[in-house]
């Protein structure tokens, strides 16, 4: 009988794409997600259009997204993922949180909505979250 060695199957690499108009907001997210293991941090967009384009090239696993963006919103970016690619999981992180935004956010198809003044360090958990249910 010949030995059969199994191999243990390595994590998923998940990619993750931001899109905020803010460098620094940015960078704040990054660090923040730099302890998770097997994840791969896209360049940062700051443009709903440079966000599209990213997502069609890089097909991001998560978005997190901002709704104010230097050109369009995070709405535009919302409604066309969930449109073209619906298995890409969202997260609005965004200082735009009135209950109008989080009810247009689910009715778009939106996953996990923070508020930056007050939720801005469960960004972390909330990505830990989405790679668990997918």
């Not at 696993?61 to 709704?67: A, E, P, W, Y």
């Not at 997260?91 to 735009?96: E, P, Q, R």
């Not at 949180?97 to 009715?107: A, C, P």
């Amino acid at each position: 009988m010949k030995n059969i060695t199994m191999q243990k199957a390595e994590a998923p690499i998940i990619k993750i794409l931001i899109v905020d108009d803010s460098e620094l907001i940015g960078s704040k997210i990054r660090e923040l997600l730099l302890g998770i293991p097997n994840l791969l941090l896209l360049p940062q967009v700051r443009t709903a259009n440079d966000a599209l384009k990213s997502i069609m090239k890089n097909q991001p696993d998560v978005v997190i997204l901002d709704f104010r963006l230097l050109q369009g919103n995070g709405f535009d970016v919302l409604k066309t993922i969930k449109k073209d690619l619906p298995g890409i999981k969202t997260i609005m992180l965004t200082n735009s949180s009135g209950e109008s935004y989080q009810k247009k956010f689910k009715e778009y198809g939106g996953d996990i909505f923070l508020d930056k003044t007050k939720e801005f360090s469960n960004i972390a958990g909330a990505v830990l979250l989405l790679m668990a249910t997918s």
